[in-house]
């Protein structure tokens, strides 16, 4: 890919880790309760109450989330839009490192959190399409762990 491309790629990515972050997580609750607040979401980020107000207020000048004072927050279309490519980013990754690199499920999920935010999108597609081609093959597959498990001890 070239620079100008990789250029036009970063700029398309119109959200930070953190407002991604906050997405997913409204996202995440809206699926269990079907409800959430600002003290919902101050409590799955780990953050106050205040620094989950401003960054729900940050996702409402975004276009990203709708929320009347004291009361419940939603995504908009777009902000449910971006939930699922998070969502599906995540897997992608997970399943990278889960079922390529061969390493714990728990750490696969840790990892494939931090990772989505910051990696490129071209990156994740080609970690996607690497992950199905040897996933796909289970000859080489088998060379892939086999390979691992002698050049790194077994995971």
């Known amino acids: 890919m070239s620079h100008e491309a990789e250029a036009e790629n970063r700029k398309r990515r119109k959200t ?44 409402v000048e975004k276009g990203l989330a709708e929320h009347k004072a004291y009361g419940y927050v939603t995504l908009t279309p777009e902000g449910q839009a971006l939930a699922e490519r998070l969502f599906a980013r995540h897997e992608i990754l997970r399943r990278f490192i889960e079922e390529v690199l061969q390493f714990d499920s728990d750490f696969a999920d840790l990892e494939a959190c931090r990772l989505e935010h910051v990696l490129e999108d071209t990156l994740v597609n080609r970690i996607e399409k690497l992950s199905g081609f040897l996933l796909d093959s289970p000859a080489l597959s088998a060379r892939w762990r086999k390979a691992l498990k002698k050049g790194l001890g077994n995971p």
């Open 16 to 59: 930070s880790p953190s407002v991604e972050q906050y997405v997913e997580s409204i996202a995440q609750l809206l699926k269990q309760d079907r409800v959430t607040n600002v003290s919902d979401i101050a409590d799955a980020c780990g953050v106050s109450r205040p620094a989950a107000s401003r960054s729900v207020r940050e996702l």
